[in-house]
T-cell receptor, first 109, second 113 residues
Framework: GQQLNQSPQSMFIQEGEDVSMNCTSS?????WLWYKQDPGEGPVLLIA?????ELTSNGRLTAQFGITRKDSFLNISASIPSDVGIYFC?????????FGKGTHLIIQP | DADVTQTPRNRITKTGKRIMLECSQT?????MYWYRQDPGLGLQLIYY???????NKGEISDGYSVSRQAQAKFSLSLESAIPNQTALYFC????????????FGPGTRLTVL
């Protein structure tokens, strides 16, 4: 089946640092999405990308849909304590979403 | 009030028992989904429904069944629970024209002993 390779698995950073994570696939996706999950909660949509090459920002978050349609990255600038959580990429090719395994972001004050 | 609610939030049961997880939404969305989340594996699609008369299998439907009782309700059943069905289960909804924007419930943590 379709697989998304998300990296890194976890990140330990200092408050104020920039963060970068990415997803790659051997398959082409029509849509790339980035979700954040807080403990005890369901994933919440952060950014949706619909066109190859598209670069979209949401506050301190920036995400890009790769030109090949097989990858996407998410950057978080000037991290703050509430950025802690698990970030998932997701791609859509047909029905439903295919999720990456998540990047666990831990911020040290 | 939350737009997508799931009950129960936590459940511990024994092997062989029948379990039903329920999902309700007030978003007025046509499309509903059930996902399973295991540690380190992301979310996997179990079943989905595009309207009340539509039920479709996802990636990992074996051992599960669903019922779409109304536009707002989508329940997931485990007819005979087994330990490897221990996981976090999420319901999600999306509007018909915006399937990409899925809204997730808070999850149900199921433990099968």
């Amino acid at each position: 089946g379709q697989q998304l390779n998300q990296s890194p698995q976890s990140m330990f950073i200092q408050e104020g640092e920039d963060v970068s994570m990415n997803c790659t696939s051997s398959s082409i996706f029509n849509t790339w999405l980035w979700y954040k999950q807080d403990p005890g909660e369901g994933p919440v949509l952060l950014i949706a990308l619909y066109k190859a090459g598209e670069l979209t920002s949401n506050g301190r978050l920036t995400a890009q849909f790769g030109i090949t349609r097989k990858d996407s990255f998410l950057n978080i600038s000037a991290s703050i304590p509430s950025d802690v959580g698990i970030y998932f990429c997701a791609g859509r090719r047909g029905v439903g979403l295919t999720f990456g395994k998540g990047t666990h972001l831990i911020i040290q004050p | 009030d939350a737009d997508v609610t799931q009950t129960p939030r936590n459940r511990i049961t024994k092997t062989g028992k029948r379990i039903m997880l329920e999902c309700s939404q007030t978003k007025g969305h046509d499309r509903m989904y059930w996902y399973r989340q295991d540690p380190g594996l992301g979310l996997q699609l179990i079943y989905y429904s595009f309207d009340v008369k539509d039920i479709n299998k996802g990636e990992i439907s074996d051992g599960y069944s669903v019922s779409r009782q109304a536009q707002a309700k989508f329940s997931l059943s485990l007819e005979s629970a087994i330990p490897n069905q221990t996981a976090l289960y999420f319901c999600a909804t999306s509007p018909a024209q915006g399937e990409d924007t899925q809204y997730f419930g808070p999850g149900t943590r199921l433990t099968v002993l």
